[in-house]
């Protein structure tokens, strides 16, 4: 290679280096801009947004440049700011938004201004930077809702909760809280309308008052627990008596803190105060009225009602005299004869009109030293409706089956004297079946043999009989006609003598 040649060569590879590094000593800080919104979804407008971002510069030098300002845009809505750079880069700068924007997609546009100021290469072009970011503002959802029904009762009672969630499909159950404690877990939230229930919850054990019923999904709804309803009750001490007799009552009441008023009959006999907690009132006494002989309601006028039974009164005698015995003494020696006076004290026996007798077959009251007494009826043979006919209210049954058969046994026993209204248990059977008539079987047995042997004998005559008939049309059967019959003619009615003789033949 000769010089010049040489000399072109390096003139042209320094002119490229020169055109290659030049370039490079401009190449920019920063590859690209940015920009992001916080919070970039919302369902309600916030009264601003945070923006955050950064704009690319360039190398000069050894130093680096960068943008002072970048001017960011709410594009539509005709707001924008001027957003100071630090290095190129800012962050959480505020950005007021308008008021009520409504759902839809929003986008944010930075730009840089088109006369920069500051900087030391004020003629110099920045790299551009027109970064964008969006805000989406969401349809506002449907609020969650909750039911629940009835919204008032009592502790232990059973109601029905049903509600909805928003943002049908974020989730799958669902827990129901009574006054913030749960009462039922696991509800399953239906993944395309986001309604659950309904569900029964029990109402927990929890003093009067008015309490919330929430689900965790936002639902709520306040339910009263109502103080348990005291009932309206009605006792009479004792339940029968005579005209005049004391009688004692006492009971319950569901309006409390006010005066009660107790009726015999049609007639109001007393009243009383009730108590402002417990509904209670008494005891109210009073005097049996003269309405007549036999059950009379006794009531309140706060509901409640019993049942009186006014009896007869009946006087005891107080000594043996009526006897008997005194009258037709046997045997004045015996000493036997001065105590018979003491066998009519039977208590049943005035009851049933005086002197000793069988028990009575209806239950009757009658007044003892200890107070009303009823006799227990004899109730022996009766069928279960004709033993609750005798005990006419006065008593009752103890122990009503429906079924059929007569009484064979009672307790307590016929006669007996006890209080009004106590139990009398029997016991029920059918009658026995007729006993069987054992001493027909020899007649009947000795009828059947002798029927046997009589059918017996006469089978056997009718096989003999066929038997001769038998031999006597195959053995004896004349051969060639008649052989003889004596006379040979006679009138209608003459008796006739046929021979019969074997053939000779056959001899």
Not at 184 to 196: H, K, L, M
Not at 271 to 284: K, Q
Not at 318 to 342: D, L, M, Q, R
Not at 431 to 452: C, E, T
Request: aromatic share 4%; net charge negative.
């Amino acid at each position: 290679m000769d010089i010049r040649s040489f000399s072109r060569a390096a003139v042209v590879s320094v002119v490229g280096a020169v055109l290659l590094l030049v370039p490079l000593a401009q190449l920019p800080a920063q590859a690209a801009g940015s920009l992001t919104v916080t919070p970039s979804r919302v369902t309600e407008t916030p009264a601003h947004v945070q923006l955050s971002g950064q704009c690319p510069g360039f190398h000069d030098d050894g130093e680096s440049f960068y943008p002072p300002t970048l001017t960011v845009t709410l594009v539509g809505q005709g707001l924008s700011k001027d957003i100071d750079l630090v290095e190129g880069a800012f962050a959480d700068e505020p950005f007021d938004l308008p008021a009520a924007l409504t759902p839809g997609v929003y986008d944010f546009s930075g730009q840089l201004p088109a006369d920069p100021e500051g900087g030391s290469s004020a003629d110099s072009d920045f790299p551009a930077c027109d970064p964008t970011a969006t805000l989406t503002v969401l349809p506002r959802p449907d609020p969650a809702t909750l039911t629940v029904d009835p919204d008032r009762g009592e502790a232990g009672d059973t109601v029905a909760v049903a509600g909805s969630c928003p943002d049908p499909g974020s989730r799958e159950l669902v827990t129901l809280s009574f006054d913030g404690n749960p009462v039922q877990r696991a509800v399953a939230v239906d993944s395309s309308t986001g309604e659950f229930g309904p569900v029964d919850v029990t109402v927990p054990d929890v003093s009067p008052d008015s309490y919330e019923v929430t689900s965790d999904c936002g639902g709520e709804r306040s339910f009263e627990v109502l103080a348990p309803e005291i009932p309206a009750t009605l006792e009479l001490d004792p339940l029968s008596g005579t005209v005049g007799g004391a009688v004692t009552a006492t009971g319950t009441c569901p309006v409390a803190g006010e005066q009660v008023t107790v009726y015999f009959g049609d007639r109001a006999v007393g009243s009383g105060a009730i108590g402002a907690e417990t509904g209670a009132f008494g005891p109210v006494g009073f005097a049996v009225p003269d309405a007549g002989v036999g059950p009379v309601t006794v009531r309140t006028d706060c509901g409640a009602e019993r049942t009186f039974t006014v009896t007869l009164t009946t006087v005891v005698p107080s000594s043996p005299t009526p006897s008997v015995a005194p009258e037709t003494p046997e045997t004045p020696e015996t000493p036997a004869t001065p105590e018979t006076p003491a066998t009519p004290a039977t208590p049943a026996s005035p009851a049933t009109g005086g002197g000793p007798s069988s028990p009575p077959t209806t239950a009757v009251p009658t007044d003892t030293p200890d107070g009303v007494r009823v006799v227990v009826p004899d109730l022996r043979g009766m069928t279960e409706d004709e033993v609750i006919g005798a005990l006419g209210g006065r008593l009752v049954l103890g122990n009503p089956t429906g079924g059929d058969g007569r009484v064979r046994e009672q307790l307590p026993a016929p006669g007996t004297l006890v209080e009004p209204a106590s139990a009398v248990r029997v016991l029920l059977a059918d009658d026995p079946p007729a006993p069987f008539p054992w001493w027909l079987v020899p007649p009947v047995l000795l009828a059947g043999l002798a029927a046997a042997e009589r059918t017996r004998r006469v089978r056997r005559r009718a096989r003999e009989e066929r038997w001769l008939e038998e031999q006597v049309r195959t053995e004896l059967q004349p051969r060639g006609g008649l052989p003889s019959q004596v006379p040979g003619q006679a009138v209608p009615g003459f008796d006739l003598r046929v021979e019969v003789r074997r053939h000779p033949a056959q001899l």
